[in-house]
């Protein structure tokens, strides 16, 4: 996110080691329209109960009646919890479910891990069960009960282990957090969940709108019509957003290193170190960045469709790179198609991917929601920084989702509905160090739009 001085903070590890972080919303005031569908599911399953659970299933008009109140308001968070789970003597499996409270308005990610029990009847790993990690992936429409599996390898009667999350979930509240899981030969075991789709694969449905070549490529000050904009619409930096940069043309200032330019690989975006510093708006700069806007080229600009950009990102510490999409009628509403906070300690450009809704009006934002994850833990995607790799949006009536190298990596309700959007590409520079380590130029290889 990069305009009117916001940005998310993005303090997270590993899906995040931090319980709040980069586009997260964790704010708990918004209110829920319409009917909520709080299944018996979300309960947390006792030991000497049967565990089999009817399947619920959000629909995916769950939130038509919701009041989206012009894109300032977005549907509260489901809340995720580990329930108790029972298995058999003798099984090979055990089914620990994770449930939801509500229909999700936004994929839900949560990592889980064993960990042994405790007492007499403790279970230990390696003896009784094999030790898990694993990804709990909860997509809007999908059943509100999810069942992670844990192989058993020889538990008697009575003994017990745990499952528990390894930090808040991401996209939802955190309900209960850990949860027992029993061999019990006198109870039912704990059924699987079934009735998931599966993430959707990019699909170009609109109509070829805008074709990034080299031949055609243009930019220039302001842009026009047959060109992006070398600045954002607001100018040439944003002090207030902590950026230490300076978003630079090479025409205007001759004596820098070019930050743009074509080679066999692509379009390069190249940030720098300036020998001399530059002002703007009465304030100095140490550091060059590069911003491509088409605020004033329609030909880039779409309601409804598909934006996708393949490309290979920086990895130099500092450098904050990202594709996003701004309302041609204001800030906000924003969708930050992929963000790589390089001045954040954790972030990896090779391991890392984001994306966020920002909504509000007027200048003024209300609310942000978005996912920031390790992908090859997620998705297994890794080497961002290492080839090119597509980075994709598409923006439907009722959902917006993205995609990484074709897979679909997260997706929420759309609130921003009747809304024209034009695209940005850019690298920031956030830091006051030497900025000298790794590369902190990114090389565009492809820019296209469809448009529905």
């Known amino acids: 996110m990069r305009i009117h001085y916001f940005r998310p903070f993005a303090g997270a590890l590993s899906l995040c080691a931090l319980a709040s972080c980069a586009g997260d919303d964790s704010s708990s005031s918004q209110q829920q329209a319409g009917t909520i569908v709080v299944p018996a ?17 959000a629909t995916t008009d769950s939130f038509a009646t919701f009041d989206f109140a012009n894109g300032t308001r977005l549907p509260e968070k489901a809340t995720l919890s580990i329930g108790a789970a029972v298995f058999q003597p003798g099984a090979n499996v055990a089914y620990v479910p ?33 030790a898990t990690e694993d990804v709990v992936i909860f997509r809007p429409g999908d059943p509100l009960r999810k069942t992670v599996s844990v192989p058993i390898l020889s538990a008697t009667d009575g003994q017990q282990f745990s499952l528990k999350l390894r930090e808040a979930p991401w996209g939802a ?3 209960t957090a850990s949860a027992t899981v029993t061999a019990s030969a006198s109870a039912t075991a704990t059924a699987a969940s079934t ?3 599966a993430p959707r694969s ?14 055609a490529m243009r930019w220039s000050d302001a842009g026009h019509a047959g060109a992006w904009s ?24 001759p004596g820098i290193e070019a930050p743009l330019r074509y080679t066999d690989e692509g379009l390069v975006m190249h940030t720098q170190v300036l020998d001399t510093p530059l002002s703007w708006a009465g304030v100095g700069y140490n550091y060059g960045a590069v911003v491509l806007s088409g605020h004033n080229t329609p030909s880039t ?29 204001g800030w906000p509403p924003e969708i930050d198609v992929y963000e790589g906070f390089g001045y954040q300690s954790y972030w990896d450009f090779d391991r890392h991917i984001s994306a966020t809704i920002h909504g509000g009006s007027g200048g003024v934002r209300s609310f942000q929601r978005g996912t920031n994850i390790q992908a090859d833990q997620a998705y297994g995607m890794s080497g961002f920084s290492q080839g090119f790799h597509s980075y994709a949006v598409d923006v439907q009536w009722d959902y917006i989702t993205w995609f990484v190298d074709g897979l679909e990596t997260y997706q929420s309700v759309n609130p921003f509905r ?34 529905n």
């Open 41 to 57: 599911s979300a309960t947390t399953t006792s030991v000497a109960a049967p565990a089999q659970v009817e399947e619920v299933a």
């Open 230 to 253: 070398t600045k954002l619409s607001h100018g040439r930096a944003q002090p207030a957003n902590g950026e230490t940069g300076m978003y630079l043309d090479g025409y205007l200032y």
């Open 418 to 451: 009747g809304h024209r959007w034009y695209p940005i590409m850019d690298v920031a520079v956030k830091t006051t160090g030497s900025y000298d380590d790794g590369l902190g130029d990114m090389v565009v290889k492809s820019f296209r739009a469809w448009a």
């Open 301 to 329: 600009q779409i309601g409804y469709g598909q934006y996708e950009w393949v490309a290979k990102m920086p990895n130099r510490r500092g450098a904050w790179p990202a594709f996003w999409l701004i309302s041609t009628s």
């Open 173 to 175: 509240n955190q309900g």
């Open 195 to 197: 009735g998931f789709r």
């Open 98 to 130: 994770v449930t939801l409270d509500r229909p999700t308005p936004n994929t839900v990610i949560a990592r889980v891990i064993t960990v042994n029990g405790s007492g007499t009847y403790k279970a230990i790993s390696g003896y009784q069960y094999k």
């Open 202 to 215: 990019f699909a170009r449905t609109g109509t070829l709108q805008y074709d990034m070549t080299k031949a």
